[in-house]
Nanobody, 125 residues
């Protein structure tokens, strides 16, 4: 059973930056795609970014492309989401997740089988 520790969220002004971290235990993340999703109040969970299991290949939602970067540190069994030029509409609870099988970046939540507890990101205008 994989367990995650998410950190790095908080309150930031529009235009600012945050870096989310997701450290895992119980599974070697390097063997699986990793993803970040978010859910704003009253909205469905949506895809943010993903990184492949065996390469640096990444995928991003159009809304964050050019502003967010997902990276993994296999030595630390950790995945990060660097968020720059934050906007109020980025306000949400952010979740990291690990894919079911080795492979490319994944954008659909059903392709992930373990999720972090979520961390709040609030961007003020």
């Amino acid at each position: 059973q994989v367990q995650f520790v998410e950190s790095g969220g908080g309150l930031v002004q529009a235009g600012g930056s945050l870096r989310l971290s997701c450290a895992a235990s119980g599974r070697l993340l390097s063997n699986f795609p990793m993803g970040w999703f978010r859910q704003a109040p009253g909205k469905e969970r949506e895809f943010v970014a993903s990184i492949a299991s065996s390469s640096s290949l990444t995928s991003y939602a159009d809304s964050v492309k050019g502003r967010f970067t997902i990276v993994r540190d296999n030595a630390k069994n950790t995945v990060y989401l660097q968020m720059n030029s934050l906007k109020p509409e980025d306000t949400a609870v952010y979740y990291c997740a690990v894919g079911r099988f080795p492979g490319p970046p994944l954008a659909r939540s059903r392709e992930y089988d373990s999720w972090g507890q979520g961390i709040q990101v609030t961007v003020s205008s």
